[in-house]
């Protein structure tokens, strides 16, 4: 029974020596290149664009006064009675 417990643990050491050259080689990979960063802005490389004529020439239009009023529509049928 002793040798169970023995066992099981040269078998982890085992499986985790077994793994770490296989890590370490993932690990020692370069990073892969990014490509450079294109900066195409047209407001880099000229003025910018003069503003727009403003063809209005007053204040805006006022509140309107208040609208008259609609009579009520009669209803159809009677309420029911209680």
């Given at each position: 029974?002793?040798?169970?417990?023995?066992?099981i643990a040269l078998l982890l050491?085992?499986?985790a020596w077994a793994a770490a050259p296989a890590q370490s080689q993932?690990?020692?990979?370069?990073?892969?290149?990014k490509?450079?960063?294109?900066i195409n802005?047209?407001?880099?490389?000229r003025p910018p664009p003069p503003p727009h004529e403003r063809t209005?020439?007053?204040p805006g239009p006022a509140t309107a006064p208040p609208m008259q009023r609609?009579?009520?529509?009669?209803?159809l049928s009677q309420p029911p009675i209680r």
């Amino acid at each position: 029974m002793k040798s169970l417990p023995v066992s099981i643990a040269l078998l982890l050491l085992g499986a985790a020596w077994a793994a770490a050259p296989a890590q370490s080689q993932q690990q020692n990979k370069p990073p892969a290149k990014k490509p450079p960063v294109i900066i195409n802005d047209p407001s880099l490389y000229r003025p910018p664009p003069p503003p727009h004529e403003r063809t209005y020439v007053g204040p805006g239009p006022a509140t309107a006064p208040p609208m008259q009023r609609v009579p009520q529509v009669p209803p159809l049928s009677q309420p029911p009675i209680r």
